[in-house]
Nanobody, 125 residues
Framework: QVQLVESGGGSVQTGGSLRLSCAAS????????VGWFRQSPGKEREGVAKIFIDDGGTYVADSVRGRFTISRDIAKSTVYLQMNSLKPEDTGTYYC??????????????????WGHGTQVTVSS
């Protein structure tokens, strides 16, 4: 059974940093993709970054590129989202999700994928 558990959220001031972790379990191979998404009240879910575990290929959304970095630790089955130079507009609940076999476009992720319960990030001005 696949499980994803996020951690690392919290409250920081503008310009601060946080590192989110997504611990994955239940996968029997490295052929899966982990994506980070965020959502805040009144806004649609937004894809932030994704990484394919096997080859480490990554994609970071334009809205956070240059500030956010995604990486993985294969031994720990954990994916990280390093968030620097945080802004109030980065506030939201951050979710990690996993898709077997490949990394879909952000707008294709949904109920067929595996999702964590989320971790809250609050950036104050």
């Amino acid at each position: 059974q696949v499980q994803l558990v996020e951690s690392g959220g919290g409250s920081v001031q503008t310009g601060g940093s946080l590192r989110l972790s997504c611990a994955a379990s239940g996968f029997t191979s490295r052929d899966y993709c982990v994506g980070w998404f965020r959502q805040s009240p009144g806004k649609e879910r937004e894809g932030v970054a994704k990484i394919f575990i096997d080859d480490g290929g990554t994609y970071v959304a334009d809205s956070v590129r240059g500030r956010f970095t995604i990486s993985r630790d294969i031994a720990k089955s954990t994916v990280y989202l390093q968030m620097n130079s945080l802004k109030p507009e980065d506030t939201g609940t951050y979710y990690c999700a996993a898709n077997r076999n490949y990394c879909p476009p952000f707008n294709s992720w949904g109920n067929r994928d595996f999702w964590g319960h989320g971790t809250q990030v609050t950036v104050s001005s």
